[in-house]
């Protein structure tokens, strides 16, 4: 696939920078549209913001993909993102009694400039169930959190 190497040309990772991270469901399926699979991810989320790996900042997990503003500590972005999709893939299969593919091989990122607002950035990942139509307001999705609260 020429756009999928694509996503990965001048890819670098440097801890203390902030990242916002995309990843996208396999065949854009939603298993996240039920709540129980969402926490399994959430709880990948938070083991390796715990773990002191990243510092999360802010997230939204839609039905079929996620939003991640990460703060990089000890692993590379490539690292990062192998470790939450398949140990979530894991769970959310098991909990599903199925196996297969839960994400798309490759995931998108884009460094977050020093000058840039943070908090902008995590507004936008937040209102994303609204401009979706899933809620009419943040505090109605149930799969998302913040830094700022």
Do not use: C
């Not at 399994?40 to 996620?66: F, N, Q, T, Y």
């Not at 972005?77 to 199925?98: I, T």
Request: hydrophobic share 40%; aromatic share 10%.
């Amino acid at each position: 696939m020429p756009r999928s190497s694509s996503l990965r040309a001048g890819r670098f990772s440097q801890n203390g920078q902030a990242y916002l991270l995309t990843a996208v469901t396999w065949d854009r399926a939603k298993p996240f549209s039920d709540w129980r699979t969402g926490r399994l991810l959430v709880g990948e989320l938070r083991a390796v913001h715990l773990e002191g790996l990243v510092r999360s900042k802010a997230w939204v997990i839609m039905p079929d993909h996620l939003h991640w503003l990460v703060e990089l500590n000890g692993l590379t972005l490539e690292q990062l993102m192998r470790r939450v999709k398949s140990r979530s893939a894991y769970k959310v299969n098991q909990l599903l009694g199925r196996s297969g593919r839960v994400w798309q091989k490759n995931f998108h990122d884009r460094a977050i400039r020093r000058d840039q607002d943070l908090k902008q950035v995590a507004r936008y990942i937040i209102a994303n169930p609204i401009r979706a139509g899933l809620v009419t307001r943040a505090g109605d999705y149930p799969l998302w959190d913040a830094e700022w609260l």
